[in-house]
C-alpha cells in the first residue's frame, strides 16, 4: 500500500517521470501468496495501475498481466552480466568437466517447490542407466531439503555457494536438470548457458528462449523430460548443438541490448504511443523488436 501511495504520488508531483514497474517474485511465488492472503491479490493489481507500463521478465505471464491491469506490459528480459560469467564460468577445471573425472548431474532448486522433485526422479533415474554418474543437489540455508525420491541412489549434498563459485559448480556438471513451475526469468538455465553445459527444464523464460530444444511444458511430462536429459548425456552432436545455441541467445540478455529495448519503452511512454510497442521475437537466434 505504501509503495502504491508513493507511486501516486510521483505521478501527480512529477508529471514528466515515466515509472515502470517490475515483480521481484516470480509468477508462482505471487500464486502461492494470493491463495492464502486474498487481499494481496487486490494490492498487485494496483501496484500495476499506478505505474506507466510493467516491465514483465516472463513471456508467458503478459497474458495474465494485460488482462489484470489496463497498464500495458512488456517483455523486457531481464539484463545478465553475459561476458563476465562466461569468463567466470571458463574458470573451472577443465579436467573436472564432462564424463572426466567425476561426471554428474545436477539437480538444482529447493523443494520447497514441490517441482524440483521431478528432477530428483529422473536424475535417479539416468543413474540406473549409467552408474557412473553422481547426483549432486544444493542446500539453501532456509529451507529443508526432502531427498525422499533420491532414497537408493548416489547423491551428495552441496552448501549453497556464491554466484561465481556457482557458475564454476554449473561448469563441472555433465548435465543439470531444473524441473521448477514457477513462470520466472530462470537464472539457473541463464547460467548454464553462460556455462556451456546442457540444462533440462521446463517453463522459466531462461529455459524455454536459451534451450528450448530442451524444454518441456510441465514436470509430470516425465517421458519427456527423461528422453532429453538421456540424449544430452549421450548424443555429442545434439549436446554441442544446445549449448551453442543458448550460448549465442544469451548475448541477448547483455546489459546493452537490455538498454536498447528499455529506452525504446521509455520513449514510446514519454510519447504517449505505448500501444505501439511489440514484444520483441526470436528470429535466427537474434531477438528483435
Given at each position: 500500500?505504501?509503495?502504491?501511495?508513493?507511486?501516486?504520488?510521483?505521478?501527480?508531483?512529477?508529471?514528466?517521470?515515466?515509472?515502470?514497474?517490475?515483480?521481484?517474485?516470480?509468477?508462482?511465488?505471487?500464486?502461492?501468496?494470493?491463495k492464502?492472503?486474498p487481499?494481496?491479490?487486490?494490492?498487485?493489481?494496483?501496484?500495476l495501475?499506478a505505474?506507466?507500463?510493467?516491465?514483465?521478465?516472463?513471456?508467458?505471464?503478459?497474458?495474465?498481466?494485460?488482462?489484470?491491469?489496463?497498464?500495458?506490459?512488456?517483455?523486457?528480459?531481464q539484463?545478465?552480466?553475459?561476458?563476465?560469467?562466461?569468463?567466470?564460468?571458463?574458470?573451472?577445471?577443465?579436467l573436472r568437466?564432462?564424463?572426466v573425472?567425476?561426471?554428474?548431474?545436477?539437480?538444482?532448486?529447493d523443494?520447497?517447490?514441490?517441482?524440483i522433485?521431478?528432477g530428483h526422479?529422473?536424475?535417479?533415474?539416468?543413474?540406473?542407466?549409467?552408474?557412473e554418474?553422481?547426483?549432486?543437489v544444493?542446500k539453501t540455508?532456509?529451507?529443508?531439503?526432502?531427498?525422499?525420491?533420491?532414497?537408493?541412489?548416489?547423491?551428495?549434498v552441496?552448501?549453497?555457494?556464491?554466484?561465481?563459485?556457482q557458475?564454476?559448480?554449473?561448469?563441472?556438471?555433465?548435465?543439470v536438470?531444473?524441473?521448477?513451475l514457477?513462470w520466472?526469468?530462470g537464472?539457473?538455465p541463464?547460467?548454464?548457458?553462460?556455462a556451456?553445459?546442457?540444462?533440462?527444464?521446463?517453463t522459466?523464460?531462461?529455459?524455454?528462449?536459451l534451450?528450448?530444444?530442451?524444454a518441456?511444458?510441465?514436470?509430470?511430462?516425465?517421458?519427456?523430460?527423461?528422453?532429453?536429459?538421456?540424449?544430452?548425456?549421450?548424443?555429442?552432436?545434439?549436446?554441442?548443438?544446445?549449448?551453442?545455441?543458448?550460448?549465442?541467445?544469451?548475448?541477448n540478455?547483455?546489459?546493452?541490448?537490455?538498454?536498447?529495448?528499455?529506452?525504446?519503452a521509455v520513449?514510446?511512454?514519454r510519447s504517449?504511443?505505448?500501444a505501439?510497442w511489440?514484444?520483441?521475437?526470436?528470429?535466427?537466434d537474434?531477438?528483435i523488436?
Amino acid at each position: 500500500d505504501e509503495i502504491v501511495r508513493f507511486l501516486k504520488r510521483i505521478r501527480a508531483e512529477l508529471p514528466e517521470t515515466v515509472i515502470a514497474t517490475c515483480s521481484s517474485p516470480p509468477f508462482g511465488r505471487l500464486r502461492e501468496h494470493w491463495k492464502d492472503h486474498p487481499g494481496t491479490a487486490e494490492r498487485y493489481r494496483a501496484f500495476l495501475d499506478a505505474c506507466h507500463f510493467n516491465m514483465n521478465v516472463c513471456r508467458a505471464t503478459l497474458p495474465f498481466t494485460r488482462l489484470l491491469s489496463a497498464t500495458p506490459s512488456l517483455y523486457l528480459p531481464q539484463p545478465y552480466p553475459v561476458e563476465y560469467a562466461i569468463a567466470r564460468a571458463g574458470q573451472a577445471t577443465p579436467l573436472r568437466r564432462g564424463f572426466v573425472g567425476s561426471p554428474t548431474i545436477y539437480v538444482a532448486g529447493d523443494t520447497v517447490r514441490p517441482d524440483i522433485m521431478t528432477g530428483h526422479i529422473i536424475a535417479k533415474a539416468l543413474q540406473e542407466r549409467h552408474s557412473e554418474l553422481l547426483i549432486r543437489v544444493t542446500k539453501t540455508p532456509e529451507f529443508r531439503l526432502n531427498t525422499a525420491f533420491l532414497r537408493g541412489a548416489r547423491f551428495e549434498v552441496v552448501p549453497f555457494r556464491p554466484w561465481e563459485e556457482q557458475l564454476r559448480e554449473l561448469a563441472r556438471a555433465r548435465l543439470v536438470i531444473n524441473t521448477d513451475l514457477w513462470w520466472t526469468r530462470g537464472r539457473v538455465p541463464v547460467d548454464c548457458a553462460a556455462a556451456g553445459v546442457p540444462c533440462v527444464g521446463t517453463t522459466s523464460d531462461g529455459q524455454t528462449e536459451l534451450f528450448p530444444d530442451l524444454a518441456a511444458g510441465d514436470s509430470v511430462d516425465t517421458d519427456r523430460l527423461l528422453a532429453l536429459a538421456e540424449r544430452a548425456l549421450t548424443d555429442e552432436s545434439f549436446r554441442s548443438l544446445v549449448t551453442t545455441k543458448a550460448q549465442r541467445r544469451l548475448a541477448n540478455y547483455s546489459y546493452e541490448r537490455t538498454v536498447e529495448r528499455f529506452t525504446h519503452a521509455v520513449n514510446l511512454a514519454r510519447s504517449g504511443n505505448l500501444a505501439t510497442w511489440r514484444d520483441p521475437v526470436w528470429e535466427d537466434d537474434v531477438l528483435i523488436p
